[in-house]
T-cell receptor, first 115, second 116 residues
Framework: AQSVTQPDIHITVSEGASLELRCNYS??????LFWYVQSPGQGLQLLLK??????LVQGIKGFEAEFKRSQSSFNLRKPSVHWSDAAEYFC?????????????FGTGTKLQVIP | ETGVTQTPRHLVMGMTNKKSLKCEQH?????MYWYKQSAKKPLELMFV???????ENNSVPSRFSPECPNSSHLFLHLHTLQPEDSALYLC???????????????FGSGTRLTVV
């Protein structure tokens, strides 16, 4: 069964510092990969996705993610974090299984930004 | 405003109550989903509707009863819930199903449900 691991439950970074959130998946084939962000009291908003092609994908709000097949990873990065980036971030893996979508979300990483 | 609207935002109900959650989207999407988000657990898919027809029911207890009268509206009827059902219930939509949507899923802001 496919699984998604976000090993960091909580991360604190200083405003202006760089950020990397980790995501590893477990599946034999290359799935479709997503990163979502959830601000307090809100639903999930799509940041970026990887389907195929260039392994470095750009998203909204200055985020990017790199797909590394050899490491089964899809880590999210931002060069300089802003206070408004404080939120919870979810990695998701999707694949077609038996003709149906199978989407699995990670447990999330909560980002705290300090001055 | 994401395009998917959920009401109410907060709901407190007793275990013997009956209540309903509502979700509405006018994005022209054909598929709608109910997810349950509990603390420290991954999002759990509950139900999928495609063109108003229920396509998936992920072993959800019968005290949760979905209804999809048209492609724009989705309800979750609740009755005789348990305290462990307290969670954030998220509605989502996508253009297509079962094809994985190229533009991801559009989520509502959720209903924070507390069962007392």
């Amino acid at each position: 069964a496919q699984s998604v691991t976000q090993p960091d439950i909580h991360i604190t970074v200083s405003e202006g510092a760089s950020l990397e959130l980790r995501c590893n998946y477990s599946y034999g084939a290359t799935p479709y990969l997503f990163w979502y962000v959830q601000s307090p009291g809100q639903g999930l908003q799509l940041l970026l996705k990887y389907f195929s092609g260039d392994t470095l994908v750009q998203g909204i709000k200055g985020f990017e993610a790199e797909f590394k097949r050899s490491q089964s990873s899809f880590n999210l990065r931002k060069p300089s974090v802003h206070w408004s980036d404080a939120a919870e971030y979810f990695c998701a893996v999707a694949l077609n299984s038996g003709g149906y979508q199978k989407v699995t979300f990670g447990t999330g990483t909560k980002l705290q930004v300090i001055p | 405003e994401t395009g998917v609207t959920q009401t109410p935002r907060h709901l407190v109900m007793g275990m013997t109550n009956k209540k309903s959650l509502k979700c509405e989207q006018h994005l022209g999407h054909n598929a709608m989903y109910w997810y349950k988000q509990s603390a420290k657990k991954p999002l759990e898919l509950m139900f999928v509707y495609n063109f108003k027809e229920q396509t998936e029911n992920n072993s959800v207890p019968s005290r949760f009863s979905p209804e999809c009268p048209n492609s724009s509206h989705l309800f979750l009827h609740l009755h005789t819930l348990q305290p462990e059902d307290s969670a954030l219930y998220l509605c989502a939509s996508s253009q297509d199903y079962p094809i994985i949507p190229n533009y991801g899923y559009t989520f509502g802001s959720g209903t924070r449900l507390t069962v007392v």
